[in-house]
């Protein structure tokens, strides 16, 4: 009988983590509904929010766990609408997918609006394309949370208004994982500006162009580990800070650096100045490893090797 008790309180765990009658609700023309935000407010924890092709001037606060809001193929563009002030899609739940959508013209008083405001828990962006917002990606801070972007584009957003915005800008949280993804044109903030305990950037491109004003390509605020390979950075001729392209520790040193590694990258500096690589301000020892510099490069300021 205990045997028979233990099975049955087994599948009552395996039932309610694991809902079997997760839904798809579909947006657009002709669909159940026509907004994503009126979906994303009919939806349960894992449910699927999907989107047809369309311009949607619309936004949403996502406060559900486990749901994903995936467009169901290009051409899915959330425009010029931000809730509460702050972004086009604002994430309250966690382990929140957000995939295939354009999300771009975010703009709101206080200059720092988003593509999507992160303030729950886990998040992944999975080709998403962030065009002309003030920010990107900005995220509260969240000790628990991890953020994963995949395959996604950030062109053209940044600014320096009552505040700077950034291409991404992430607070305290327990990792930033950025891989496979573009950074372009960033105006005035920094393209990467993390305060995670780990930030990983792996396979990335990011550059400023002929027009990108930005200040940094990466910058590890408060220090944390940092892991950049095969990634490819480039500080224009229109950069407001051609001093630096990466720094670690710039507004001051607050959490544990386990470990930073440089490996594998390409640094080209087209700003018509010397230029550093790397900042170290921590007392960790950075470790630059097989990268490669076009123009006047500096590899290393701070504690750290070049191999």
Same mark, same amino acid.
């Given at each position: 009988?205990?045997?028979?008790?233990?099975?049955?309180?087994?599948?009552?765990?395996?039932?309610?983590?694991?809902?079997?009658?997760?839904?798809?609700?579909?947006?657009?023309?002709?669909?159940q509904y026509d907004?994503?935000?009126?979906?994303?407010?009919?939806?349960?924890?894992?449910?699927?929010?999907?989107?047809?092709?369309?311009?949607?001037?619309?936004?949403?606060?996502?406060?559900?766990?486990?749901?994903?809001?995936?467009?169901?193929?290009?051409?899915?563009?959330?425009?010029?609408?931000?809730?509460?002030?702050?972004?086009?899609?604002?994430?309250?739940?966690?382990?929140?997918?957000?995939?295939?959508?354009?999300?771009?013209?975010?703009?709101?008083?206080?200059?720092?609006?988003?593509?999507?405001?992160?303030?729950?828990?886990?998040?992944?962006?999975?080709?998403?394309?962030?065009?002309?917002?003030? !920010?990107? @990606?900005?995220?509260?801070?969240?000790?628990?949370? /991890?953020?994963?972007?995949?395959d996604s584009e &950030? +062109?053209? $957003?940044?600014?320096?208004?009552?505040?700077?915005?950034?291409?991404?800008?992430?607070?305290?949280?327990?990792?930033?994982?950025?891989?496979?993804?573009?950074?372009?044109?960033?105006?005035?903030?920094?393209?990467?500006?993390?305060?995670?305990?780990?930030?990983?950037?792996?396979?990335?491109?990011?550059?400023?162009?002929?027009?990108?004003?930005?200040?940094?390509?990466?910058?590890?605020?408060?220090?944390?580990?940092?892991?950049?390979?095969?990634?490819?950075?480039?500080?224009g001729p229109q950069?407001?800070?051609?001093?630096?392209?990466?720094?670690?520790?710039?507004?001051?040193?607050?959490?544990?650096? !386990?470990? @930073?590694?440089?490996?594998?990258?390409?640094?080209? /500096?087209?700003?018509?100045?010397?230029?550093? &690589? +790397?900042? $170290?301000?921590?007392?960790?020892?950075?470790?630059?490893?097989?990268?490669?510099?076009?123009?006047?490069?500096?590899?290393?300021?701070?504690?750290?090797?070049?191999?």
């Amino acid at each position: 009988m205990l045997r028979v008790r233990v099975i049955v309180a087994g599948l009552l765990v395996l039932i309610v983590g694991n809902p079997v009658h997760a839904a798809t609700l579909e947006v657009g023309p002709g669909k159940q509904y026509d907004k994503p935000s009126a979906a994303i407010a009919a939806a349960k924890p894992g449910d699927t929010v999907a989107i047809a092709p369309g311009q949607y001037y619309d936004c949403a606060s996502i406060r559900q766990d486990n749901l994903t809001i995936e467009g169901t193929a290009p051409g899915v563009v959330l425009t010029d609408t931000t809730c509460a002030g702050k972004a086009l899609l604002i994430t309250d739940g966690n382990n929140i997918t957000i995939r295939n959508l354009t999300l771009q013209r975010a703009r709101v008083p206080d200059a720092n609006g988003a593509g999507i405001r992160a303030e729950g828990g886990d998040l992944t962006v999975d080709r998403v394309h962030f065009l002309n917002n003030q !920010d990107g @990606i900005l995220s509260t801070s969240n000790p628990k949370a /991890n953020i994963r972007i995949i395959d996604s584009e &950030f +062109v053209h $957003n940044g600014a320096c208004d009552r505040a700077c915005a950034h291409g991404i800008y992430i607070g305290q949280v327990h990792s930033l994982h950025v891989e496979h993804s573009r950074f372009f044109d960033t105006q005035h903030g920094h393209s990467i500006k993390s305060g995670a305990l780990l930030t990983e950037v792996i396979d990335c491109d990011i550059e400023d162009g002929p027009n990108g004003t930005s200040s940094y390509e990466i910058d590890i605020m408060h220090g944390g580990s940092l892991v950049v390979t095969g990634t490819k950075l480039e500080k224009g001729p229109q950069s407001e800070n051609h001093a630096y392209a990466i720094t670690i520790g710039e507004e001051g040193v607050n959490q544990p650096t !386990d470990k @930073i590694v440089i490996r594998d990258d390409t640094f080209t /500096n087209d700003s018509g100045h010397p230029t550093t &690589f +790397v900042r $170290n301000l921590t007392a960790t020892p950075a470790q630059l490893v097989n990268d490669k510099f076009n123009g006047p490069v500096r590899p290393l300021e701070g504690d750290g090797s070049v191999s």
